[in-house]
T-cell receptor, first 113, second 114 residues
Framework: AQSVTQLGSHVSVSEGALVLLRCNYS??????LFWYVQYPNQGLQLLLK??????LVKGINGFEAEFKKSETSFHLTKPSAHMSDAAEYFC???????????FGKGNQVVVIP | EAQVTQNPRYLITVTGKKLTVTCSQN?????MSWYRQDPGLGLRQIYY???????DKGDVPEGYKVSRKEKRNFPLILESPSPNQTSLYFC?????????????FGPGTRLTVT
């Protein structure tokens, strides 16, 4: 079964500092990987995705993530945090031909002025 | 505008009173799914549907029913709600054509069962 691990339910970051959210997955076959963001009182929206090709993926709002097969990781980064980045972030995995998504438990990001 | 809509957005009900949460998408997606979101547990899949008249259990199906009579609609039915079904519910849809699995989410329905 697919599983996704996100460590640290709450992450505090200073405004202007690096945002780093870690995601590891368990898989015996190459997955498709996603990061979703959920702003307060809203649904989830896609931040970025990895399917095939270039392992460094750029998303919206300055976020990017790198797929590292050897480490089974897909960590999310943003060089400089902004107050508007305060939200909950979810890593998710699926496999080709299977639309089902398995989600991590999420990281609640708090940005400190 | 491409979107997934859910109704109602907020619902407070009592134990045992049947309810239905509607979900509709206008993107002609084959795949639709229901999730519940609980603090510290992330999103867990309740049921999903690969196409009309094709539904299957997700990870936490107990106490829920679904139907898929039309491609655009995928209602979630709680025939006898209990307090442990108090949660935030999301409907999502995606195309099965590419196999990528990127899903589009509705705005959520916050359900409280007393």
């Amino acid at each position: 079964a697919q599983s996704v691990t996100q460590l640290g339910s709450h992450v505090s970051v200073s405004e202007g500092a690096l945002v780093l959210l870690r995601c590891n997955y368990s898989s015996s076959v190459p997955p498709y990987l996603f990061w979703y963001v959920q702003y307060p009182n809203q649904g989830l929206q896609l931040l970025l995705k990895y399917t095939t090709g270039a392992t460094l993926v750029k998303g919206i709002n300055g976020f990017e993530a790198e797929f590292k097969k050897s480490e089974t990781s897909f960590h999310l980064t943003k060089p400089s945090a902004h107050m508007s980045d305060a939200a909950e972030y979810f890593c998710a995995v699926s496999y080709y031909g299977n639309n089902r998504l398995a989600f991590g438990k999420g990281n609640q990001v708090v940005v400190i002025p | 505008e491409a979107q997934v809509t859910q109704n109602p957005r907020y619902l407070i009900t009592v134990t045992g009173k049947k309810l239905t949460v509607t979900c509709s998408q206008n993107m002609n997606h084959e795949y639709m799914s229901w999730y519940r979101q609980d603090p510290g547990l992330g999103l867990r899949q309740i049921y999903y549907s690969m196409n009309v008249e094709v539904t299957d259990k997700g990870d936490v199906p107990e106490g829920y029913k679904v139907s898929r009579k039309e491609k655009r609609n995928f209602p979630l039915i709680l025939e006898s709600p209990s307090p442990n079904q108090t949660s935030l519910y999301f409907c999502a849809s995606s195309s099965t054509g590419t196999g990528v699995g990127e899903q589009y989410f509705g705005p959520g329905t916050r359900l409280t069962v007393t």
